[in-house]
């Protein structure tokens, strides 16, 4: 194995000399408990990894809540899986949004906390009311959407209300961007319930706006290409133009110096002659 990326393992090579003869093939479970429903998991056709078929479960929901308040999402200090556990197991959480509605006297009639880790804990949750776009996307737990992709979707819409309505299209112009990833953020916001849960956090948090950055996109590429094309278009246009502007302009003092000379000539000869007989 070796280190691919921020985290995936990369499988360089199989060491089969390793190998003793007693090894098994490896069979994968076809329910999981943790997974609810029936339990039942599955493997997505094109993907390494096994899913479960329902996304509902209490598991999997503790899960995301874990995540939502990591580092890489809103980064709530104090409010780590041994916290969450806790406010799960007394009914103090149900949604995200609950985590930014936690009283302090709920709190102090928890097991073991004390009021100055119960004051800790809220100012930490206030101190998370504003957030950078990235890591709001992030919280969220879109399918297949990174810290990387997060980052390259709020370069490229800069607001929350833009990227929850670009189309698949729009979405896989972006760098790194491909149809799977924006079809994972258009069907995850296709949902009611994800579209509530949006509603309820930003009654509670601010998202800022994020500075659009200059992100590679194959779009962008294709207008550079074609802006660089109709550059190069203009300039021999306008050199040919030029060119024939000089043609003409040279075709006309030529034919303005032959008619002078046509005109010009007579007159000089009657000028000289009346000269010579003046001086006779």
């Given at each position: 194995l070796q280190k691919a990326g921020d985290v995936i393992p990369d499988i360089v090579k199989v060491v089969t000399e390793l190998r003793t003869g007693k090894e098994?093939?490896?069979?994968?479970?076809?329910?999981?408990?943790?997974?609810?429903?029936?339990?039942?998991?599955?493997?997505?056709?094109?993907?390494?990894?096994?899913?479960c078929v329902s996304k509902?479960?209490?598991?999997?929901?503790?899960?995301?809540?874990?995540?939502?308040?990591?580092?890489?999402?809103?980064?709530?200090?104090?409010?780590?899986?041994?916290?969450?556990?806790?406010?799960?197991e007394h009914n103090l959480i149900a949604t995200y949004v609950d985590i930014f509605t936690l009283k302090r006297g709920d709190l102090l009639a928890l097991p073991?906390?004390?009021?100055?880790?119960?004051?800790?804990?809220?100012?930490?949750?206030?101190?998370?009311?504003?957030?950078?776009?990235?890591?709001?996307?992030?919280?969220?737990?879109?399918?297949?959407?990174?810290?990387?992709t997060a980052e390259d979707l709020a370069g490229h819409f800069g607001t929350l209300e833009k990227l929850m309505h670009a189309s698949e299209e729009e979405l896989q112009v972006i760098d790194g961007v491909g149809d799977i990833i924006a079809h994972s953020i258009v069907e995850w916001y296709k949902k009611k319930s994800n579209q509530k849960i949006i509603k309820e956090l930003l009654r509670q948090v601010t998202v800022k706006k994020f500075k659009l950055t200059a992100v590679a996109t194959s779009h962008s590429k294709l207008d550079q290409l074609a802006?660089?094309?109709?550059?190069?278009?203009?300039?021999?246009?306008?050199?040919?133009?030029?060119?024939?502007?000089?043609?003409?302009?040279?075709?006309?003092?030529?034919?303005?110096?032959?008619?002078?000379?046509?005109?010009?000539?007579?007159?000089?000869?009657?000028?000289?002659?009346?000269?010579?007989?003046?001086?006779?």
């Open positions: 098994k093939p490896f069979a994968w479970p076809k329910r999981v408990e943790a997974c609810g429903g029936d339990g039942s998991i599955e493997r997505i056709p094109g993907q390494a990894a096994w899913r509902d479960s209490f598991a999997q929901f503790k899960r995301k809540l874990y995540h939502f308040t990591s580092k890489h999402a809103f980064d709530i200090e104090g409010v780590g899986p041994k916290i969450i556990d806790v406010l799960l073991r906390f004390a009021e100055k880790s119960v004051d800790n804990l809220l100012l930490s949750v206030e101190a998370r009311r504003k957030i950078e776009l990235p890591r709001f996307i992030i919280a969220l737990s879109i399918p297949n959407v990174g810290e990387e802006l660089i094309g109709l550059g190069k278009l203009l300039f021999v246009l306008f050199y040919k133009i030029c060119y024939a502007v000089g043609w003409i302009i040279i075709f006309i003092l030529r034919l303005f110096y032959f008619l002078f000379l046509a005109v010009a000539s007579p007159v000089i000869k009657i000028i000289k002659f009346l000269l010579f007989r003046f001086q006779a």
